[in-house]
């Protein structure tokens, strides 16, 4: 949580970069957007918070929802579409990837549904208004049909399923999807087991190239914007969701290029997915990954 909440912060001496004198002192004066943290609350807490949230936004705003929780899995959909949705409260009845029993009479209605489970439809009445979400789950593909019923844009960015089983354990250091939203280069080092810097020349010219790759995808959007539905160009507007869709692009061009994440199942996935995927795929990213991986052998000690 914390880490994606960094991601939402502005440095103190943030400015835009190339602007007049009038440019600048309006990006200074921007505020960061207000947040609500919540820690395992009960589902009509969140549900309450998350009105509240809809409550303050202006016509002109959208909300950025994350959620960070185990998965509570059904074996089929419901009548009401239900594949299950991520736990709310801390409990044995809510354990990570629970799959909810069929119901008796095969009809999969009530007797399947989780009272403290926040299920993808939970958030179609707040579709109202633009919304980004975030899903960092091992049941994040439950939300992977959220649709905006009443036609605003409305973005997903969905954790990987599962993870390759020859990758060593991480969870004990937090989430590697949020971590790549949060430092991609962090998310980085971390799948390279690179615990040490010992050669800062190298240091530095990796931190530039993720920099570099960084710039490149907001290039690569920007050139392709027209092609773009209203679900992403309404949030590469915003300089907050425009990095996190930057930064899961160049999560997809990382991935791809380990060896071990070779099933899609690995590999975060968007609503816009057709739309942006293919852009992790460019030979400016390819090229600059090839060149990260080569400065790595340079950077220092593994763990």
């Given at each position: 949580m914390y880490r994606l909440l960094q991601a939402l912060e502005r440095e103190p001496n943030h400015r835009a970069e190339g602007g007049d004198v009038k440019t600048i002192a309006a990006a200074s004066k921007r505020s960061n957007p207000h947040k609500y943290l919540l820690y395992r609350p009960a589902i009509g807490v969140l549900l309450n918070y998350i009105s509240i949230g809809y409550k303050d936004l202006n016509d002109h705003a959208a909300m950025l929802l994350y959620l960070s929780a185990d998965g509570i899995?059904?074996?089929?959909?419901?009548?009401?579409?239900?594949?299950?949705?991520?736990?709310?409260?801390?409990?044995?009845?809510?354990?990570?990837?629970?799959?909810?029993?069929?119901?008796?009479?095969?009809?999969?209605?009530?007797?399947?549904?989780?009272s403290h489970c926040l299920y993808p439809q939970d958030l179609s009445p707040f579709t109202r208004k633009p919304m980004f979400v975030v899903v960092d789950s091992n049941n994040s593909a439950a939300?992977?049909?959220?649709?905006?019923?009443?036609?605003?844009?409305?973005?997903?960015?969905?954790?990987?399923?599962?993870?390759?089983?020859?990758?060593?354990?991480?969870?004990?250091?937090?989430?590697?999807?949020?971590?790549?939203?949060?430092?991609?280069?962090?998310?980085?080092?971390?799948?390279?087991?690179?615990?040490?810097?010992?050669?800062?020349?190298?240091?530095?010219?990796?931190?530039?190239?993720?920099?570099?790759?960084?710039?490149?995808?907001?290039?690569?959007?920007?050139?392709?914007?027209?092609?773009?539905?209203?679900?992403?160009?309404?949030?590469?507007?915003?300089?907050?969701?425009?990095?996190?869709?930057?930064?899961?692009?160049?999560?997809l061009t990382v991935l791809k290029a380990h060896e071990v994440f070779n099933d899609p199942l690995y590999l975060p996935s968007s609503n816009v997915g057709s739309e942006i995927d293919a852009l992790s795929d460019e030979n400016v990213l390819v090229e600059g990954m090839q060149a990260v991986l080569i400065k790595t052998n340079q950077l220092g000690t593994s763990e």
């Open positions: 899995k059904m074996s089929n959909k419901n009548d009401f579409g239900y594949v299950g949705g991520v736990a709310t409260m801390n409990t044995s009845a809510n354990a990570a990837a629970k799959r909810l029993p069929e119901s008796s009479d095969g009809s999969g209605t009530s007797a399947q549904i989780n939300f992977k049909d959220l649709s905006s019923v009443f036609g605003k844009p409305l973005v997903t960015l969905l954790s990987p399923a599962e993870h390759p089983s020859s990758l060593k354990d991480i969870s004990p250091l937090g989430s590697l999807f949020t971590l790549f939203l949060h430092s991609p280069l962090k998310a980085f080092l971390l799948l390279q087991s690179i615990s040490q810097v010992a050669n800062q020349e190298a240091w530095k010219a990796i931190s530039q190239q993720f920099a570099t790759m960084e710039s490149n995808i907001e290039d690569l959007l920007h050139k392709n914007m027209s092609n773009y539905s209203d679900n992403v160009t309404r949030f590469l507007q915003d300089d907050f969701t425009r990095t996190l869709i930057v930064r899961y692009i160049l999560s």
